[in-house]
């Protein structure tokens, strides 16, 4: 193997894992979460507040 052939898998590599996250990001499953995530910069409740199943909402 040459380097020209290492170059191409990890170019073909890499643009699959970026597919693969344009993918998870833009998803419908995952819009709810992101826009209230976005909100939270905007809340004015403290973190504390939270409760624990709003603060743990990724390990479900």
Do not use: C
């Not at 894992?17 to 979460?33: D, E, Q, T």
Request: charged fraction near 25%.
């Amino acid at each position: 193997m040459n380097w020209g052939v290492l170059h191409s898998i990890a170019t073909v590599a890499a643009f699959i894992a970026f597919i693969g996250i344009v993918w998870w990001a833009y998803s419908p499953k995952n819009k709810k979460r992101f826009e209230e995530d976005a909100q939270l910069a905007l809340d004015d409740q403290d973190i504390q507040h939270l409760s624990s199943d709003k603060r743990t909402k990724d390990i479900q």
